[in-house]
């Protein structure tokens, strides 16, 4: 193809509907095409990026392989489609606002006022066409975050319509709402659906598609009379009912041709047959396992949206190994040596969640003194990593008052430490450690065996290391690092080879496992969960 063609993706009536899952399953549905395509997320908040921001607020924050802090739905995005993300796949206001600020203060604008139209609009734009500039996909889905109707969210609207007039043929708007079932009435109702396209018509935007969500089967005769009401051709209304698994969404799409219908308004022919062969036999595989597993995980919240990505590599992982995985949220704080038993004895296995600050740091230490002392498989992610180094100093090394320096300034041992060329940074942003780094793993280790070879990349997302002085120490008191990264000499993986499975990582393997290639250190875990 040799013009990119650009596909939004709006959402009204109210926020998670699954917009995410929603353009990730369009992105699915044309790579199984053959197309090449990427998807992009717009946020109309004013935070810069995502990193700074609670996880009651805005969920996990997902981290791309170039370092961005972001939304966690490039996190769907890049499950769904094993594309890589980067910075310019996540836009918020605060960005836009950024760069249009600062060429005002360099003089850019030649003395003219700058105005949300159009200076504002103008840079969003740019930002919206950026990916599709250097030729390399034929489509770009862009997500808008927020529902229609929100302040913050107008301009990007606004640039939408703009870009649907400029572009012509080459845009398309899909456009999700809900369908409400009325229990007391006994029906669904459509009207909230009417007045969200009737928003989008207010401000200049058609719907091409709309994928109507609803907990109940909606019915042609419905369907059909949202289109009739909302200007939409008929089979261009699709339904997404609530599934088992997000990702049987693309499945469910297909059968309602919703990529047929988008590339029919591009005036493309569907001549391919798209290549689902994979993913179908994902979800079966999915809807057979046979074991089920219990794994708890040990965290500050007990909350799904903060550890999103785990979630989902847990989920890819056990299906890939013939089982359900059921998982228990174990707040930390509250944890004791007395009453630890009673969480974690009938776990099959158990992970340490990451984290920031001290709140319930204390709990995750006697949780992961349980675990290595009791051989239940257990798998700690960044935070949980240095939360097993500070339990093997106190309880194996004997040194009692052995800490991280974030949790404890005053602690004799910071066994984690800041290194010290961070020790001058005090912003809260942006001074992390953040993105792919290399590996070397140790041939032998248990990390080896998981990943299968001596280099990998991962993802990272902290400002604390493995203090490398006690290292020694550490070693000869029976805890190996058996991952170091090669250009800093920095510890990335510590395991205690004497139990059965008890690794881990600075790194966060959470963010690269995907529907179709897992991640190999949650295999590795989940194939020692249910090892006899
Ligand atoms: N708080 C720790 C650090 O900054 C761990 C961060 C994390 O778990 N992502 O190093």
């Known amino acids: 193809?040799?013009?990119?063609?650009?596909?939004?993706?709006?959402?009204?009536?109210?926020?998670?509907?699954?917009?995410?899952?929603?353009?990730?399953?369009?992105?699915?549905?044309?790579?199984?095409?053959?197309?090449?395509?990427?998807?992009?997320?717009?946020?109309?908040?004013?935070?810069?990026?995502?990193?700074?921001?609670?996880?009651?607020?805005?969920?996990?924050?997902?981290?791309?392989?170039?370092?961005c802090e972001t939304d966690l739905d490039l996190g769907h995005y890049e499950r769904f489609t094993d594309i890589r993300t980067t910075s310019a796949n996540n836009i918020t206001t605060g960005k836009i606002y950024q760069s249009v600020i600062q060429r005002e203060r360099e003089g850019g604008y030649l003395g003219r006022t700058v105005q949300v139209v159009p200076n504002i609009t103008d840079e969003i734009k740019r930002r919206m066409l950026q990916l599709g500039t250097a030729g390399e996909y034929d489509f770009i889905i862009t997500e808008i975050g927020g529902t229609v109707g929100d302040i913050e969210g107008l301009p990007f609207l606004e640039a939408v319509r703009q870009l649907k007039w400029e572009l012509g043929h080459d845009a398309v708007c899909v456009h999700l709402t809900y369908v409400p079932y009325i229990a007391a009435?006994?029906?669904?109702?459509?009207?909230?659906?009417?007045?969200?396209?009737?928003?989008?018509?207010?401000?200049?935007?058609?719907?091409?598609?709309?994928?109507?969500?609803?907990?109940?089967?909606l019915g042609r005769g419905m369907l059909e009379k949202v289109g009739h009401f909302c200007n939409v051709e008929k089979d261009c209304v699709i339904q997404s009912i609530d599934l088992p698994t997000i990702y049987e969404v693309p499945i469910r799409m297909a059968e309602q041709n919703l990529d047929v219908v988008?590339?029919?308004?591009?005036?493309?022919?569907?001549?391919?047959?798209?290549?689902?062969?994979?993913?179908?036999?994902?979800?079966?595989?999915?809807?057979?396992?046979?074991?089920?597993?219990?794994?708890?995980?040990?965290?500050?919240?007990?909350?799904?949206?903060?550890?999103?990505?785990?979630?989902?590599?847990?989920?890819?992982?056990?299906?890939?190994?013939?089982?359900?995985?059921?998982?228990?949220?174990?707040?930390?704080?509250?944890?004791?040596?007395?009453?630890?038993?009673?969480?974690?004895s009938g776990m099959d296995g158990v992970v340490i969640c990451p984290g920031f600050g001290q709140r319930g740091t204390e709990g995750k230490i006697v949780a992961a003194e349980y675990c290595r002392t009791h051989d239940i498989p257990t798998l700690g992610i960044c935070l949980g990593m240095q939360i097993m180094v500070i339990e093997f100093a106190r309880n194996v090394l004997g040194w009692k008052n052995a800490n991280s320096s974030e949790m404890d300034p005053s602690a004799s041992y910071h066994v984690i430490d800041l290194m010290k060329e961070q020790k001058s940074?005090?912003?809260?942003?942006?001074?992390?450690?953040?993105?792919?780094?290399?590996?070397?793993?140790?041939?032998?280790?248990?990390?080896?065996?998981?990943?299968?070879?001596?280099?990998?990349?991962?993802?990272?997302?902290?400002?604390?290391?493995?203090?490398?002085?006690?290292?020694?120490?550490?070693?000869?008191?029976?805890?190996?690092?058996?991952?170091?990264?090669?250009?800093?000499?920095?510890?990335?993986?510590?395991?205690?080879?004497?139990?059965?499975?008890y690794v881990g990582v600075q790194f966060h393997p959470e963010y690269t496992g995907t529907v179709l290639n897992p991640n190999p250190l949650f295999m590795a875990f989940v194939k020692n969960v249910i090892a006899e």
Not at 296 to 322: F, H, M, P, R, W
């Open 1 to 67: 193809m040799n013009q990119t063609k650009y596909i939004f993706v709006t959402g009204g009536v109210a926020s998670s509907l699954g917009k995410g899952i929603i353009s990730a399953s369009i992105g699915r549905l044309l790579l199984a095409r053959g197309y090449k395509i990427t998807i992009q997320k717009f946020d109309p908040y004013i935070n810069i990026d995502p990193g700074t921001l609670n996880p009651y607020e805005h969920g996990e924050c997902y981290v791309t392989a170039d370092g």
């Open 185 to 217: 009435a006994g029906e669904l109702k459509t009207k909230p659906s009417q007045h969200s396209v009737k928003e989008l018509q207010g401000l200049g935007l058609q719907p091409d598609v709309l994928v109507l969500r609803a907990e109940r089967e």
């Open 262 to 344: 988008i590339l029919r308004k591009f005036g493309i022919k569907c001549d391919t047959t798209p290549d689902l062969d994979d993913w179908r036999d994902f979800i079966s595989r999915r809807e057979h396992a046979r074991k089920e597993i219990n794994i708890a995980l040990v965290g500050k919240y007990d909350l799904q949206d903060a550890y999103k990505s785990i979630l989902e590599c847990l989920s890819q992982a056990a299906t890939y190994n013939d089982c359900r995985v059921k998982t228990h949220f174990i707040q930390s704080e509250g944890l004791l040596r007395s009453n630890i038993a009673e969480y974690l």
């Open 425 to 501: 940074v005090t912003l809260m942003g942006g001074s992390m450690r953040l993105g792919a780094y290399s590996c070397e793993l140790s041939v032998g280790s248990k990390a080896y065996d998981a990943y299968g070879r001596t280099n990998i990349q991962e993802r990272h997302r902290h400002r604390y290391e493995f203090s490398s002085p006690y290292r020694p120490q550490f070693e000869q008191a029976g805890m190996s690092c058996t991952g170091i990264n090669p250009d800093s000499g920095l510890v990335e993986i510590v395991e205690v080879p004497a139990c059965r499975w």
